[in-house]
């Protein structure tokens, strides 16, 4: 079954970088994009950046342009998120997601979702 | 871009319906049919419900279905239990610039 397994909780202070990561099993990794959204306490949900693990391709969302950077290993099946320069409205929950549909053909919906890490940011 | 507007509540007795608007615009919403609503439960991974406005994934009860008129997209829960209380939340494509954007949220309390 598809799985994404995302690493613990973190806690960091205002400035620092957090590299969150999300493991993939279940299907063939390089076929479906991964996305990130995060939702901070008391907030809706907020689209933050795609990766495609074929080839490497990001897109982010222009909120978090230049702050946040995705990355993938192929050989692990595993995506990872770094945010830097971190604010205390940066706390929230960061979850990965996988999109369905595949290379060439996304199907622009998230058909599964990663456990959620949670990241605390403060001095 | 500005986060698709939800009304903050929701409640309804078991066995009632309750019905969720998502209110967007002609450039996520109105423009697409990539609508999708997702339940999120405390310490859970969220959870696809609808798809493409009205479609529902595989395993999803047909007490769930979703419907759209101009800029504004329906979630309708019939038949309530008492799983269905947790938040949800409604999102559209974009276009290539946006993407992809969210919801503000709906608690649906089951009384």
């Known amino acids: 079954q598809v799985q994404l397994v995302q690493s613990g909780a973190e806690v960091k202070e205002p400035g620092a970088s957090v590299k969150l990561s999300c493991k993939a099993s279940g299907y063939t990794f390089t076929t479906n994009y991964v996305h990130w959204v995060r939702q901070a306490p008391g907030q809706g949900l907020d689209w933050m950046a795609l990766i495609v693990p074929s080839d490497g391709y990001t897109i982010y969302a222009q909120s978090f342009q230049g702050r946040v950077t995705l990355t993938r290993d192929t050989s692990t099946r595993t995506v990872y998120m770094e945010l830097s320069s971190l604010r205390s409205d940066d706390t929230a929950f960061y979850y990965c997601a996988r999109e369905a549909g595949g290379i060439g053909a996304p199907a622009k919906r998230f058909d599964y979702w990663g456990q959620g890490t949670l990241v605390t940011v403060s001095s | ?111």
């Open chain 2, 1 to 111: 871009q500005s986060a698709l507007t939800q009304p903050p509540s929701a409640s309804g007795s078991p066995g009632q319906s309750v019905t969720i608007s998502c209110t967007g615009s002609s450039s996520d919403v109105g423009g697409y049919s990539y609508v999708s609503w997702y339940q999120l439960h405390p310490g859970r991974a969220p959870k696809l419900i609808i798809y493409e406005v009205t479609k529902r994934p595989s395993g999803v009860p047909d007490r769930f279905s979703g419907s759209k008129s101009g800029n504004t997209a329906s979630l309708t829960v019939s038949g309530l239990q008492a799983e269905d209380e947790a938040d949800y939340y409604c999102s559209s494509y974009a276009g290539s610039n946006t993407h992809y954007v969210f919801g503000t949220g709906t608690k649906v309390t089951v009384l």
